[in-house]
């Protein structure tokens, strides 16, 4: 099973603490060692990292671990293949443009008989069943809305096209446009809110520990997604099988 982890926030904050123990999923406490991705938006921009070796002794996560990069929206992905090669097209995250902005995509599960009819501008360049459903979801956006829809509105059509995807199989995908961070599970996602007072946290794949109030105001919200938690003394809550959760600001609006 491939790994996810999202990070949705209300000021630019550094992922590094989380990708420290996620990447130790990537060939060292977890056998997902067919690649892994990440993106980071800035504003407009996105930053967009993928590799097809495997996470723990990946020279491209060794920067990512040692460059704390701020966003407000991040989307990682461990990869265990289930379908297509072990090469860089096939690494998650992915990324499309809809309405003028980016858009990210990871999915973790396996998709079967999953082929649908492609007729607009996003086609796949790899040979997932993951990318082949962000294109999907893709043309039907564009499909649904003339414009970037409000949150909320996306949200009641993302419910839609998720619940339509996951009768082929396991759905849990990540999704954002730096607006928000839109997560839907079929089996296995969990996300914890931080907020003041913020508290000592320890990873659970790695000996590592952040005084997270040192690194905060009062005023910080962070929301962190991911398919097992990453920390071994913080309450992380299940998601319900079928369900999309929107975070904005770190907090779960929907």
Not at 8 to 20: E, G, H, I, Q
Not at 26 to 32: A, E, I, L, Q, V
């Given at each position: 099973?491939c790994?996810?982890?999202?990070?949705n926030?209300?000021?630019?904050?550094?992922?590094?603490?989380?990708?420290?123990?996620?990447?130790?999923?990537?060939?060292?406490?977890?056998?997902?060692a067919?690649g892994?991705?990440i993106?980071?938006?800035?504003?407009?921009?996105?930053?967009?990292?993928?590799?097809?070796?495997?996470?723990?002794?990946?020279?491209?996560?060794?920067?990512?671990?040692?460059?704390?990069?701020?966003?407000?929206?991040?989307?990682?992905?461990?990869?265990?293949?289930?379908?297509?090669?072990?090469?860089?097209?096939?690494?998650?995250?992915?990324?499309?443009?809809?309405?003028?902005?980016?858009?990210?995509?990871?999915?973790?599960?396996?998709?079967?008989?999953?082929?649908?009819?492609?007729?607009?501008?996003?086609?796949?360049?790899?040979?997932?069943?993951?990318?082949?459903?962000?294109?999907?979801?893709?043309?039907?956006?564009?499909?649904s809305?003339?414009?970037?829809?409000?949150?909320?509105?996306?949200?009641?059509?993302?419910?839609?096209?998720?619940?339509?995807?996951?009768?082929?199989?396991?759905?849990?995908?990540?999704?954002?446009s730096?607006?928000?961070?839109?997560?839907?599970?079929?089996?296995?996602?969990?996300?914890?809110?931080?907020?003041h007072?913020?508290?000592?946290?320890?990873?659970?794949?790695?000996?590592?520990?952040?005084?997270?109030?040192?690194?905060?105001?009062?005023?910080?919200?962070?929301?962190?997604?991911?398919?097992?938690?990453?920390?071994?003394?913080?309450?992380?809550?299940?998601?319900?099988?079928?369900?999309?959760?929107?975070?904005?600001?770190?907090?779960?609006?929907?």
């Amino acid at each position: 099973m491939c790994q996810l982890l999202g990070m949705n926030c209300n000021t630019p904050t550094d992922v590094t603490f989380s990708f420290a123990g996620f990447a130790q999923r990537g060939g060292n406490t977890g056998d997902h060692a067919d690649g892994w991705g990440i993106a980071f938006f800035e504003g407009q921009g996105l930053r967009h990292f993928v590799d097809h070796q495997r996470a723990v002794d990946s020279p491209v996560a060794d920067l990512i671990r040692r460059y704390p990069i701020k966003s407000r929206n991040v989307i990682a992905h461990i990869r265990k293949a289930t379908q297509g090669g072990v090469v860089l097209e096939n690494c998650h995250p992915f990324v499309r443009e809809l309405w003028g902005r980016y858009w990210v995509f990871a999915h973790n599960g396996d998709l079967k008989d999953f082929w649908p009819q492609l007729h607009g501008a996003f086609r796949p360049v790899g040979t997932t069943d993951s990318e082949r459903a962000f294109c999907w979801i893709m043309q039907e956006l564009a499909k649904s809305h003339a414009g970037t829809p409000s949150v909320a509105e996306m949200t009641i059509t993302l419910r839609e096209l998720a619940a339509r995807i996951a009768t082929h199989g396991t759905f849990n995908f990540l999704l954002s446009s730096g607006e928000a961070l839109w997560a839907h599970a079929s089996t296995h996602l969990w996300y914890i809110e931080r907020r003041h007072p913020f508290a000592h946290a320890s990873l659970a794949d790695e000996d590592l520990s952040v005084d997270f109030a040192a690194h905060t105001t009062p005023a910080d919200r962070v929301a962190v997604v991911v398919t097992a938690p990453l920390t071994s003394n913080e309450l992380w809550t299940p998601f319900a099988a079928g369900e999309l959760k929107v975070f904005v600001d770190g907090v779960a609006v929907g």
